[in-house]
């Protein structure tokens, strides 16, 4: 048997070793034979060697070790690595569906039709539609050994809504798709038809919530990270209610994706929203804290969300660190941004990596020394150029250029920095902000090297922001305004 223990580990993918690693994370012993698996080389190991390992600890004689590995390689054979050939996945149902495959198999149908019966009501309370077309054929398939053919009226209705439900799953998960795509493209205004559509199927199947759901999450994940609607936090919040209402309801109930672990999986794209929803609301340390549980289970060794390792999870955390002003792991935290470009190949991404370095130094203002940030400025420049030809929903052209303004503003070039500041696109993302004339009113005083002349009206000003910094609900207005009532501040101390 350790032959074939050994044959079905190696016969794993990356990602189902993550997968069973991360399951098998609260056993050590468990760990520790994984481990063994993985580097052993012959098929036909000694029962000494593996005993020896992941027992090493352990203070026992070794028939009472090599017994507790006996039953420890029984239950991998029998749930952690079944033959993929009977199942191919690791989902609990589709297990029960294959111990019921089993059952009819060694002619046991009598215990197969009940088992299926039990599953078949558990996928229709959770609306895994993927399955029920399989599990339907199959009770068919047992009356019709036992000439009970008045059974399969009702089933074959069944059967046939079941094939319904999941085509039209198939098709929710295509828009779904298109989604992606259009706001990637053309920003959340682009994505109006897809999402006329999803609402229309959640309509359309009141009965089966998981569409219902499943649009909901959509419209949330979307919604909640748009400019459009950090103003109008009302949508989002009727997204949100009614998404924990559902989940509430039906714990258990896959999204679009029915997949091994689908449940965690779930659980860690709602810590996800859950972080835009505090951070939206400028409730950064609340975002912190659980942007900080997402960022270290991406980055745990074989973690199964390690696949969510992208530019978003760190822009995500960048944005949320810098709203709580931690610049100095915000520093680190770019660095780990130019090891993940340089590990994957990315090299098309630097200029953009090193313009949210030096969006770092910018904010830090006051906080930290600008002698060792004149490299990121031709960066910086090297990215506006891109930006001039390509869109970033993330980093638009006006928000550089105000970067790049700033930066100027930081290291005293206030000629260069005033000159920044009435470009087109600086005056736009500024306006939008409604800080425009306040930037403005500073950075002129500054270039004109009227201070001390001025110090009533830079007061003015730093109190003004002072006193309403509190009441600002939109992220990226809280920060531009804590940034100027910073430089104000510094501006008067001189």
Not at 67 to 77: M, P
Not at 278 to 294: G, P
Not at 324 to 353: G, P, R, V
Not at 365 to 382: Q, R
Request: charged residues 25%; positive net charge; contains cysteine.
């Amino acid at each position: 048997m350790n032959k074939e223990l050994y044959e079905r580990y190696k016969k794993l993918d990356e990602n189902e070793k993550r997968e069973l690693k991360h399951k098998l994370k609260k056993s050590p012993v468990a760990i520790r034979l994984t481990e063994f698996l993985e580097n052993v080389q012959q098929a036909n190991f000694k029962n000494t060697e593996v005993v020896e390992h992941i027992y090493k600890n352990v203070q026992a004689n070794y028939a009472t070790l090599e017994n507790r590995y006996f039953k420890l390689r029984k239950k991998f054979l029998d749930e952690y690595l079944i033959r993929k050939e009977t199942h191919q996945s690791f989902t609990e149902e589709e297990k029960d569906l294959a111990k019921c495959l089993s059952l009819l198999h060694n002619n046991e149908k009598d215990k197969a039709y009940i088992a299926l019966q039990k599953l078949e009501r558990h996928c229709w309370q959770n609306n895994i539609f993927e399955l029920l077309p399989r599990i339907l054929d199959q009770m068919v398939f047992c009356n019709q050994t036992y000439n009970k053919l008045n059974k399969n009226k009702e089933l074959y209705k069944r059967l046939e809504t079941a094939i319904y439900l999941n085509s039209e799953m198939a098709k929710f998960n295509m828009i779904s798709r298109k989604l992606y795509e259009m706001y990637f493209k053309n920003g959340l205004p682009g994505t109006k038809q897809e999402f006329e559509l999803l609402n229309n199927m959640a309509n359309k199947h009141p009965d089966y919530p998981r569409f219902s759901l499943c649009y909901h999450y959509l419209s949330l994940y979307y919604k909640i990270s748009s400019y459009d609607y950090f103003e109008n936090m009302n949508v989002i919040s009727r997204h949100y209610n009614k998404y924990c209402e559902l989940h509430a309801k039906y714990p258990e109930m896959p999204m679009m994706l029915y997949r091994p672990n689908y449940v965690y999986y779930q659980n860690f794209h709602f810590k996800q929203i859950s972080v835009f929803i505090h951070y939206n609301k400028c409730e950064f340390l609340e975002a912190y804290s659980l942007m900080k549980e997402i960022y270290t289970l991406i980055n745990e060794d074989n973690s199964i969300f390690s696949i969510y390792k992208t530019d978003s999870t760190y822009i995500n955390m960048l944005s949320v660190l810098l709203g709580c002003k931690y610049y100095e792991e915000a520093m680190l935290l770019i660095d780990n941004y130019y090891k993940f470009i340089k590990d994957n190949n990315l090299i098309e991404k630097s200029a953009y990596a090193h313009s949210l370095k030096l969006l770092v130094f910018v904010e830090a203002f006051t906080e930290t020394d600008f002698k060792n940030s004149e490299y990121l400025l031709p960066k910086l420049n090297a990215y506006i150029k891109l930006l001039e030809t390509e869109e970033n929903t993330q980093f638009k052209l006006g928000n550089a250029l105000a970067l790049k303004a700033r930066y100027y503003f930081c290291i005293k070039d206030y000629s260069k920095a005033l000159n920044l500041l009435m470009h087109p696109k600086v005056k736009e993302w500024y306006s939008e902000q409604d800080m425009y004339n306040d930037y403005h009113l500073l950075f002129k005083i500054c270039n004109d090297a009227n201070i001390k002349e001025n110090a009533s009206v830079i007061n003015e000003l730093l109190l003004k922001y002072e006193n309403i910094l509190s009441s600002f609900t939109h992220p990226e207005k809280y920060k531009q305004a804590y940034w100027l009532s910073k430089a104000c501040r510094h501006i008067l101390q001189k």
